[in-house]
């Protein structure tokens, strides 16, 4: 996509915010929607098929999960009345709670189940480990069903609780029975909202019925887990690209909530009593990194992947979001993100001070032939694009022959999965951006998890790690000093081999109107349990 048609989308945006303030003759105060600003235009409704953000916010509005993870990251059950394992651990039973409907008031069953996890589990990079370790996944009857391991598997119930990217929804069986790269034809979920079909606008907007036929949990809702108690009878996603016209419409009171504030905002917004600006900490966080791709050249090649490595300057990379202090870390070679569980920075110690004219030195003893590296800038990002300027300007001060491609993230994530060479329309290098939630844990991190699986779009294999992982998987979640010691020598061997070099770690707060009582703040959007003040 060229300049000309990202100016166009911004001002088309810009004009969807402005559009806010006319007055909707069809609703009454009382019925005024609850309207969040997304970080990016929703293009793709299934969850499974697309690793974006947005699918996955889409997701938690529409479907539901078997467990979820509470404010503290422990699992506790959703969709499921509870669950029991063999003294072995090799045996699971679970049963559902009853009055589970799909939007279409069918009732949801232990065959549902069944077949979403099988399908999450072809595409998910701890689904498929799981599925793996599996003998069987079977229904009992209309409302439990048994999974038994064919060698231990120490992370069940985290796999199943897992939180961002892919999460394992549950859909109805016939269309969880859909190839899990082939979007589902219709949206069905069970939970706590409706999708308007009808008035979706990809890329623009979407919108969001109260579902009348969702029965909450019992208990208080905790995170991502408990009750998911809906009060607005409307709730829409809208896409505004210009950071200036999402502050305004936030604080003149257009919009509710901004998934990301934006940065340059941040001191007005703070000062702001009507507005509420979120404290992202821990998991909350976000790590940037570099996804490049290792099936083809220059990057096929672990020398130039060092060099990059070690050109990149975390420091000023990150500065490059113009963050408060205290919003970001100088320095983080943690791959499963510094301050979690699994935080480890082993292997880092040539790292901790970038060194360009090594780097240089590096990428000449490479090899390296000048070959060209198509570098897809995702320019409409407010999260992406700052830390993407300043590392095009690292790699073209190391000597890399760079073909920065500007376009909209949408883009970017359809060109992303292409495995053709760069002449025929395929990538690079590609700047990303994960919340603590995709890279916390090692089997689910996406720059380790899907370690010679061809999984991930980069395609990177590291032969010494998968028995490391191997391990991680079969340790018990209780034994947490061991699993500490096995991420610390996967991240050694995650560095060494360059699979995802990281460009910083961050917060990018949320902001919403100070009226909205009972936001749940888990580092992303969720709109249950949310009252307006009156």
Wanted: with cysteine; aromatic share 8%.
């Amino acid at each position: 996509m060229n300049l000309a048609n990202i100016v166009r989308r911004g001002l088309l945006a810009s004009a969807l915010a402005l559009a806010l303030t006319a007055p909707t003759l069809a609703q009454g105060a009382a019925e005024k929607p609850l309207r969040l600003v997304v970080s990016a235009g929703l293009q793709v409704l299934d969850p499974i098929t697309s690793p974006s953000f947005i699918t996955r916010n889409f997701g938690y509005m529409v479907f539901d999960t078997l467990v979820a993870q509470d404010s503290q990251g422990e699992p506790r059950p959703q969709m499921l009345e509870g669950w029991s394992s063999s003294a072995d651990g090799l045996t699971w039973r679970f049963t559902l709670r009853p009055g589970l409907e799909w939007h279409d008031g069918k009732p949801v069953t232990a065959e549902d189940c069944v077949a979403s996890l099988k399908r999450w589990g072809a595409r998910d990079s701890t689904g498929r480990r799981l599925l793996a370790a599996t003998a069987s996944l079977t229904a009992d009857n209309a409302t439990q069903f048994t999974l038994v391991l064919s060698r231990p598997f120490g992370g069940v119930i985290d796999a199943l609780a897992k939180p961002s990217v892919h999460v394992p929804f549950i859909m109805p069986a016939r269309l969880a029975a859909t190839p899990p790269t082939t979007p589902v034809p219709e949206i069905i979920g069970s939970g706590p909202f409706l999708f308007n079909a009808s008035e979706w606008v990809p890329g623009e907007k979407a919108t969001f019925r109260r579902n009348p036929r969702y029965v909450p949990r019992a208990e208080p809702a905790d995170g991502l887990a408990g009750a998911k108690q809906v009060h607005v009878e409307r709730a829409e996603f809208i896409n505004i690209a210009d950071a200036a016209t999402r502050a305004a419409a936030l604080q003149n009171g257009e919009v509710d909530y901004l998934e990301y504030a934006p940065v340059d905002f941040l001191p007005l917004l703070t000062r702001d009593r009507r507005l509420t600006v979120a404290s992202a900490r821990g998991v909350a966080q976000l790590m940037g990194g570099l996804a490049l791709n290792h099936a083809q050249p220059p990057f096929d090649n672990i020398k130039v992947r060092q060099a990059l490595q070690m050109a990149l300057d975390q420091s000023e990379i990150v500065a490059a979001h113009g963050l408060p202090d205290g919003m970001s870390l100088p320095l983080c070679q943690s791959m499963t993100l510094c301050g979690t569980r699994y935080a480890s920075e082993a292997g880092s110690e040539a790292l901790r001070q970038p060194n360009l004219e090594r780097a240089r030195q590096m990428l000449k003893e490479s090899g390296y032939n000048n070959e060209r590296v198509v570098f897809l800038h995702s320019a409409t990002s407010a999260l992406i694009n700052p830390m993407a300027m300043v590392v095009v300007d690292r790699m073209k001060r190391l000597g890399l022959n760079v073909d920065q491609q500007l376009m909209d993230w949408a883009v970017v994530a359809q060109r992303w999965s292409s495995r053709e060479p760069v002449e025929r329309g395929g990538w690079s290098a590609v700047p990303v951006v994960y919340t603590g939630f995709d890279l916390a844990d090692p089997l689910s991190n996406m720059g380790i998890g899907y370690n010679c699986t061809g999984g991930a779009p980069w395609n990177y294999c590291d032969e010494a790690l998968t028995p490391l992982l191997q391990r991680f998987e079969a340790t018990p979640g209780s034994d947490l000093e061991a699993r500490r010691a096995l991420a610390a020598e996967i991240n050694r061997r995650a560095l060494a081999n360059v699979n995802f070099p990281l460009t910083g770690q961050f917060s990018a707060p949320a902001a919403w109107r100070s009226e909205l009582q009972g936001v749940i703040d888990v580092g992303f959007p969720v709109l249950w349990n949310i009252r307006r003040a009156r």
